[in-house]
Nanobody
Framework: VQLQASGGGFLQAGGSLRLSCAASQTMRGLYSVAWFRQAPGKEREFVAAGSFGWSIGTAYYADSVKGRSALSRDSAKNTVNLQMNSLKPEDTAVYYC?????????????????????WGQGTLVTVSS
């Protein structure tokens, strides 16, 4: 399944953005979709993830974005979206979405990049102070 991440750009600190992860096939059944980010010179880090099972969903967030981020699923558009508010310069990174199909990941597993089947190409977010 191909994933397409979009929504990045150049923003001012304190602003908001909405990242979208679109899949080439309908997202259905049990699956988990996550957002990771990688800043220049740093390792890829977990940002947020949602585990979806039919009509329910559970979201997990990194401490660095908790309280100012919200993950949502748009079934009509076949996307999983990440809304981030109160942006900080340290949010500057390339953001990647990833998906694990046919199961949902546990609260510990969702944070591990090696648990995901497919990855999008990344979208750059730059936050200026």
């Amino acid at each position: 399944v191909q994933l397409q991440a979009s929504g990045g750009g150049f923003l001012q600190a304190g602003g908001s953005l909405r990242l979208s992860c679109a899949a080439s096939q309908t997202m259905r059944g049990l699956y988990s979709v996550a957002w990771f980010r990688q800043a220049p010179g740093k390792e890829r880090e977990f940002v947020a993830a949602g585990s979806f099972g039919w009509s329910i969903g559970t979201a997990y967030y990194a401490d660095s974005v908790k309280g100012r981020s919200a993950l949502s699923r748009d079934s009509a558009k076949n996307t999983v979206n990440l809304q981030m508010n109160s942006l900080k310069p340290e949010d500057t990174a390339v953001y990647y979405c990833a998906a694990k199909w046919d199961t949902t990941l546990s609260i510990s597993a969702v944070r591990r990049p090696d648990k995901y089947d497919d990855w999008g190409q990344g979208t750059l977010v730059t936050v200026s102070s």
